[in-house]
Structure formats: structure tokens, C-alpha cells
């Protein structure tokens, strides 16, 4: 079946550092891939997406392209900021099923 | 104005007792859901709903059982508590099934803790 996986976390960084979050993916057809983002204390809010093969998502100074060929959607951020200190999921959608399907979540703790 | 909300947000009550938790829409969305966030912060679908209609199913007790009055509500009601359903619960939901960038929005979710 389809399924995310993440690096473990926690990730510690300090402010300014450069951020590279893994994800890979297991997918029938096409998915769509996601990130969300989740603060202390509240919901998950999106991040970015991608719908196709080399797609950039970006938002926020976050980036991440679809990758087909390596099954791949890291996040990256060139400057990390404590603001950013967060948990970070990886999604696939899929469409046959109209699953929305997480990752384990990757945390992310920056320091100043 | 809340997209999605939940109440309550946190949830303390005995093992046995029965609860629900309430969901609302103000999107205009046609599918809502229900997430399980455990204490790993491992997400996992339990229902969705499209128009009313239940769509996944996932492998969930009998003892939770998702109700839709409309398509902006989407109540979660747990009977039997147990102590291994302690956990945050996320209302979600998305404009349309099998849309190519279908993206979720999520409520704030509900902190279920049974003692």
C-alpha cells in the first residue's frame, strides 16, 4: 500500500542553519505530496504542496520538489529560524482512495 | 472566523464513559475527516465523509462511531472509553474527493485523556 517515510527526529538546529527534512514515499499512479506543519498546541497547517513530477512547492522560505525517479519531497530551508521549531509531516494524497496519508512527523527544534 | 473547529479541546473523563466530540465546517467543503494523533505524534485516518456519506473506514473499534448530520458537521462519538484511547483527535477537511491537490484543513484537535 501507499506510505511516507520520514527521518527521525528531534532535528536541532541553531538559528540561520541550513535545514534539510528527508521524506520518501510508496505510491500506485500519482500522488500528491504535502507538507504540513504543526506548532505547539495546534492543528496542522500546510505548508506546501506538489500535484506532479518536479513540481517545487514553496512557501515561507520552505521548498521541496517532487522527485519520481528518486520517490522522494525533502523539505528544505536555506535559513532556519526559532520561529520555525515545529513538527514537520510529509503526505501523500492519494486519489483512487482519497486518503490523505502522514508520515511520522519529524521535529524540529531551533536554537538561538 | 475558524475554518474548522472542534469542542471540545481538551477532554478528561473516566475509563467506561461514553463521549462525543463535535465538529464544524465553514468552508463549503464536501469531505470531512477524522485523524488519531498518538503520544508519538503518529497520524492516522480513522473516518471520512463526503456529502454525508462514510468513505474510509479504517480499522477503528466499533466503539467510535462518526456521525454527519450535514456536510459542514462531522461528530466523533466514543463509547466504552479505554485507557489506550487517550490521544489527540484532528477534525479535517477538503474541498472534494479525488481532486488532483486535495489538501486538508485542520481543526485546532481535541485532547482526549481517559483515567
Known amino acids: 500500500g501507499n506510505s511516507v517515510t520520514q527521518m527521525e527526529g528531534p532535528v536541532t538546529l541553531s538559528e540561520e542553519a541550513f535545514l534539510t527534512i528527508n521524506c520518501t514515499y510508496t505510491?500506485?499512479?500519482?500522488?500528491?505530496l504535502f507538507w504540513y506543519v504543526q506548532y505547539p498546541g495546534e492543528g496542522l497547517q500546510l505548508l506546501l504542496k506538489?500535484?506532479?513530477?518536479?513540481d517545487k512547492g514553496s512557501n515561507k522560505g520552505f521548498e521541496a520538489t517532487y522527485r519520481k525517479e528518486t520517490t522522494s519531497f525533502h523539505l528544505e530551508k536555506g535559513s532556519v529560524q526559532v520561529s520555525d521549531s515545529a513538527v514537520y509531516f510529509c503526505?501523500?494524497?492519494?486519489?483512487?482512495?482519497?486518503?490523505?496519508?502522514f508520515g511520522t512527523g519529524t521535529r524540529l527544534q531551533v536554537f538561538p | 472566523d475558524t475554518a474548522v473547529s472542534q469542542t471540545p479541546k481538551y477532554l478528561v473523563t473516566q475509563m467506561g464513559n461514553d463521549k462525543s466530540i463535535k465538529c464544524e465546517q465553514n468552508?463549503?467543503?464536501?469531505?470531512m475527516y477524522w485523524y488519531k494523533q498518538d503520544s508519538k505524534k503518529f497520524l492516522k485516518i480513522m473516518f471520512s465523509y463526503n456529502n454525508k456519506e462514510l468513505i474510509i473506514n479504517e480499522t477503528v473499534p466499533n466503539r467510535f462511531s462518526p456521525k454527519s448530520p450535514d456536510k459542514a458537521h462531522l461528530n466523533l462519538h466514543i463509547n466504552s472509553l479505554e485507557l489506550g484511547d487517550s490521544a489527540v483527535y484532528f477534525c479535517?477537511?477538503?474541498?472534494?474527493?479525488?481532486?488532483?491537490?486535495?489538501?486538508?484543513?485542520f481543526g485546532q484537535g481535541t485532547r482526549l485523556t481517559v483515567v
Open positions: 468552508l463549503g467543503h464536501d469531505t
Open positions: 506538489a500535484t506532479k513530477a518536479d
Open positions: 503526505a501523500l494524497s492519494d486519489r483512487n482512495t482519497d486518503k490523505l496519508i
Open positions: 479535517a477537511s477538503s474541498p472534494m474527493t479525488g481532486a488532483v491537490n486535495t489538501e486538508a484543513f
Open positions: 505510491a500506485t499512479g500519482y500522488p500528491s
